[in-house]
């Protein structure tokens, strides 16, 4: 079965939904726990601080993807999509490591605010491309693989992110989650040549292979 689902689906969408799995399964291990190391690690951290770093992300993110995509809708072809993708999630992967560094509360808010940066620029433009790529006939397949890669990432990585802060504190949990988050970023290099040129004169894509 696995198998036959392999070859029903092209290379630019497999990628894609395996970096979708990485990613979320980096940032499920410390999603759920963010709070606690914002108030037991954080100089002046607390329940207010916590909401007001997820408020800042949350927020940001959404002000910000609009005008991205926005602008990357105005530039015809996929490179621009592509490294809007990469770019982003390699912001996304620096974002933990800013976390370990961290002592105060503005710390945090900044790091949310680049972690929002990242994810706009990464979100709307890995969409994009992924609805180009998806296979003819395989489209509720495709988007089902995804739905299934972020669930068992995040869902995986979210049992086990507090039982190693517990175990190794949090530096290791965030370097863990920067490592897994840089493996999905640089996943994109796989599909760099599949990239869509500009759209031709009739305003049409051509067909991506399967």
């Known amino acids: 079965m696995a198998t036959g689902i392999r070859r029903r689906i092209n290379k630019v969408i497999k990628v894609l939904v395996f970096s979708d799995l990485f990613l979320n ?38 002000f910000l993807q609009i005008p991205i995509a926005n602008y990357l809708d105005m530039n015809h072809g996929e490179k621009d ?3 809007a993708m990469f770019l982003g999630t390699i912001l996304a992967a ?15 808010y900044v790091a949310q605010g680049i972690h ?3 994810m706009a620029m990464a979100v709307p433009s890995w969409y994009a491309i992924f609805g180009r790529h998806i296979t003819k006939r395989r489209e509720a397949l495709c988007w ?26 949090f530096i290791p949990l965030f370097i863990g989650v920067s490592v897994l988050s840089f493996v999905a970023a640089f996943l994109f290099l796989l599909i760099a040549k599949d990239i869509l040129p500009k759209v031709p004169q009739n305003g049409i894509f051509p067909m991506p292979k399967s």
């Open 94 to 108: 620096i974002t933990p490591i800013i976390f370990i560094f961290s002592t105060l509360p503005w710390h945090i």
């Open 25 to 62: 399964a980096g940032w499920g291990l410390i999603s759920p726990i963010l709070a606690v190391f914002i108030i037991g690690n954080i100089k002046g951290g607390s329940v207010e601080v916590a909401g007001m770093a997820v408020g800042i992300y949350l927020l940001a993110k959404s």
């Open 144 to 169: 089902g693989l995804d739905s299934t890669s972020i669930g068992l990432g995040a869902g995986l990585s979210g049992i086990v992110g507090g039982f190693l802060a517990e175990s190794f504190g």
């Open 81 to 83: 999509d592509y490294l």
């Open 116 to 118: 929002a940066l990242g």
